[in-house]
């Protein structure tokens, strides 16, 4: 197990202070991808817009940034 | 679960019962008339005091027990589980809350109980001596019924805020409704009240990830609504907050004028 911090930066950043811990950085590149669906799920189901250069970062115990998610990267739209 | 771990050891027992009943007497007596023998032999009941590992289980999926729980301090949960480990948690536990009382009915179910709080203490009563208590006395009986249907409108509630509230309202309701509780059990004001649960763990109950809850809050927060401070929960505009998770404490005031017994 190791701590990583997932951090939010929408229209409301949110910077995860206490982090939480994953076995691995790919589990948390999982929560990272499932947050930021759910935030989008969120803009969408109330109207509000969708800014595709928002991002989750996941950073290490040090601070380190190891991993950027943007909301462009979790969601695909077809014509 | 081992049988024995799970039956008070004769040592521990204190003669004139635990005083952790003395809050689930007062929750009780919310909704029901007891006279003096009744509430003298809910307070003459005892159990094994546990404390709780933080991410330790009480009560596993498909469990088979033969005690109900009832918690001390911190705060317990319900929950349902998913194959790959999501949870969903059904209903979160004050003190005074004998968490699965339903158990004594339904011994097995595929909802189990997990800590919600880092520090939890729980009495565990045989179910033995509860059916002894019912067999005895109907009127505790009665409470008891009502004590599980007041658990149940609480569960419909949540459906409610699953299902149909937004994520804000949702978060919201689940603070004004946490409020109420913890001002009836007489721990602090519905304005002002420790919640010591575990972030990922809230989470779990409002069916949304941590970091949407916690953009969730800070959305309140902004608009002046809900202020966490750790642990601490202050609501600085009752009213305001009610209004944005459409809250409405019927289904917990159900109880304010104890029904005149059966």
């Known amino acids: 197990m190791a701590r990583y911090h997932l951090h939010l930066f929408n229209d409301i950043d949110i910077i995860d202070e206490e982090g939480r811990d994953f076995p691995d950085l790919p589990a948390a590149e999982v929560e990272a991808v499932r947050s930021a669906r759910d935030v989008i799920a969120d803009h969408i189901l109330s109207g509000r817009p969708v800014c595709l250069h928002h991002r989750m970062e996941i950073a290490d115990a040090g601070g380190t940034v190891l991993k950027v998610i943007a909301f462009q990267d979790v969601v695909r739209f077809e014509p | 679960m081992s049988k024995a771990a799970a039956l008070p050891d004769q040592e521990?027992?204190?003669?004139?019962?635990?005083?952790?009943?003395?809050?689930?007497?007062?929750?009780?007596?919310?909704?029901?008339?007891?006279?003096?023998?009744?509430?003298?032999?809910?307070?003459?009941?005892?159990?094994?005091?546990?404390?709780?590992?933080?991410?330790?289980?009480?009560?596993?999926?498909?469990?088979?027990?033969?005690?109900?729980?009832?918690?001390?301090?911190?705060?317990?949960?319900?929950?349902?589980?998913?194959?790959?480990?999501?949870?969903?948690?059904?209903?979160?536990?004050?003190?005074?809350?004998m968490c699965d009382l339903y158990s004594l009915m339904l011994p097995k179910v595929e909802w189990a109980l997990q800590a919600l709080s880092a520090r939890l203490t729980i009495v565990k009563v045989a179910h033995r001596d509860l059916l002894e208590l019912v067999r005895t006395y109907p009127a505790i009986g009665e409470a008891f019924w009502r004590d599980t249907t007041a658990d149940g409108s609480i569960v419909a509630q949540w459906v409610v805020s699953v299902g149909r509230r937004d994520a804000r309202m949702r978060t919201a309701h689940l603070f004004c409704e946490i409020g109420v509780r913890m001002e009836r059990a007489g721990l602090g004001r519905r304005t002002d009240f420790d919640l010591p649960a575990i972030q990922t763990q809230l989470a779990d109950a409002l069916g949304m990830t941590p970091v949407h809850m916690n953009r969730v809050i800070r959305s309140l927060r902004q608009d002046g609504l809900l202020i966490l401070k750790g642990r601490e929960v202050q609501i600085p505009d009752w009213d305001a907050l009610a209004a944005t998770g459409q809250f409405d404490g019927g289904y917990l005031e159900m109880d304010m004028a104890p029904l005149a017994r059966l």
Do not use: K, W, Y
Request: charged residues 25%.
């Open chain 2, 12 to 97: 521990e027992l204190m003669p004139n019962g635990h005083p952790a009943f003395r809050p689930f007497l007062r929750r009780l007596l919310q909704r029901s008339v007891l006279n003096e023998e009744e509430q003298q032999a809910i307070l003459s009941l005892n159990g094994r005091e546990v404390e709780i590992e933080p991410h330790r289980d009480i009560v596993r999926p498909g469990e088979l027990t033969d005690f109900s729980c009832l918690v001390v301090s911190g705060m317990a949960a319900r929950f349902g589980q998913l194959r790959d480990g999501q949870r969903q948690i059904t209903a979160i536990h004050v003190p005074g809350d």
